[in-house]
């Protein structure tokens, strides 16, 4: 069916064409006027034509003028979003119980962390892992001396390094081996999580200038380097490295209670940060994050020199030394 407007341009196109005969059969008997008539209609019915095209492109397909100005804008990222990417991941704190209540000074100064704990070197290996950390923080001590916060953005941009580099080899190699881990790689990358968190707090009371970031920077990167090739030919010994730079954390942070016990440094309220991940009580101060730091350091320590041992004695996997909950099947991954 034929729109209103397409009606009557075929109506008046039909008109040129009438008049074109017409006026061939005047001007066949000297009939001029006719075709002043023709070439007057033509232009007439052109101008119609071109009017209700211009009507047509000024309306929308429904007979309603259209919208100018800009249009809505939509979020496609957004949009695109798949639903569990929505849900957010909360870091999970590296000790058992920290989600069973609210922790205060009390409870953290109870927990038994062994302050003194030192692994003493029975290897040459041992000693090499225990001499290169000695030697590595001096130039520290000398850098920072008392400047604790510094310190320890320091101190955290470093530890958080180990344990995404053993869970990435471990990964590749379980990959390559086409066989389970023995459980090592979810510990590794919660310790590694839990040192960033770390650094995220001391991040919010610490604010490192320029230089500051740019030689943290450049030790990290150092680093990761040295780390990642001793894993690779030693993992004994990167773990052995890693639990004696645990002790010197533990040692570090001690006296930063220190330091804040004497009043050198002020006890400001704790982060919001720290407060949710360590589920501290609301009126927490700077040093019951520095308190709960420590105990993460000191759990660190265990677990790595722990490792070593394990990789010392061919009993690798966790599997056979796990606790089994009722119900949930033993499976190894």
């Given at each position: 069916?034929?729109?209103?407007?397409q009606s009557l341009l075929l109506r008046h196109a039909s008109r040129p064409a009438v008049s074109y005969s017409a006026a061939c059969l005047r001007q066949a008997i000297g009939g001029t006027q006719t075709r002043a008539f023709g070439i007057k209609t033509t232009l007439r019915v052109q101008e119609y034509i071109s009017k209700a095209i211009?009507?047509?492109?000024?309306?929308?397909?429904?007979?309603?003028?259209?919208?100018?100005?800009?249009?809505?804008?939509?979020?496609?990222?957004?949009?695109?979003?798949?639903?569990?990417?929505?849900?957010?991941?909360?870091?999970?704190?590296?000790?058992?119980?920290?989600?069973?209540?609210?922790?205060?000074?009390?409870?953290?100064?109870?927990?038994?962390?062994?302050?003194?704990?030192?692994?003493?070197?029975?290897?040459?290996?041992?000693?090499?892992?225990?001499?290169?950390?000695?030697?590595?923080?001096?130039?520290?001590d000398i850098f920072f001396r008392n400047k604790y916060l510094h310190r320890s953005v320091m101190l955290?941009?470093?530890?958080?390094?180990?344990?995404?580099?053993?869970?990435?080899?471990?990964?590749?190699?379980?990959?390559?081996?086409?066989?389970?881990?023995g459980g090592w790689i979810g510990h590794l990358l919660h310790e590694a999580e839990n040192e960033r968190m770390h650094l995220m707090t001391w991040m919010e009371v610490g604010k490192p200038v320029l230089w500051e970031r740019a030689l943290i920077a450049t030790v990290q990167t150092g680093f990761f380097a040295v780390f990642s090739l001793l894993y690779m030919v030693s993992p004994r010994t990167a773990h052995r490295v890693v639990g004696y730079l645990e002790e010197e954390a533990v040692t570090s942070y001690t006296h930063f209670i220190k330091e804040i016990d004497e009043g050198r440094i002020e006890n400001v309220p704790a982060p919001d940060v720290a407060i949710a991940y360590w589920n501290l009580e609301p009126n927490s101060t700077l040093r019951d994050v520095v308190l709960a730091v420590r105990a993460d350091e000191a759990l660190h320590r265990d677990t790595n020199h722990h490792f070593s041992d394990r990789i010392e004695a061919?009993?690798?996997?966790?599997?056979?030394?796990?606790?089994h909950s009722e119900g949930k099947p033993r499976i190894k991954y």
């Open positions: 069916m034929l729109t209103p407007t211009k009507n047509d492109k000024d309306k929308t397909p429904h007979g309603e003028m259209q919208v100018t100005g800009p249009k809505p804008v939509v979020d496609t990222v957004f949009a695109s979003m798949p639903p569990e990417l929505r849900v957010p991941m909360f870091p999970e704190p590296i000790r058992d119980g920290i989600k069973d209540h609210k922790w205060g000074t009390d409870d953290l100064e109870a927990l038994d962390i062994g302050l003194t704990k030192h692994r003493i070197p029975d290897r040459i290996s041992d000693k090499i892992a225990l001499w290169a950390v000695k030697s590595a923080r001096r130039p520290t955290e941009v470093v530890a958080a390094v180990p344990g995404m580099v053993g869970a990435l080899i471990r990964h590749i190699r379980s990959l390559q081996g086409m066989r389970h881990d061919r009993r690798e996997s966790l599997f056979e030394d796990l606790e």
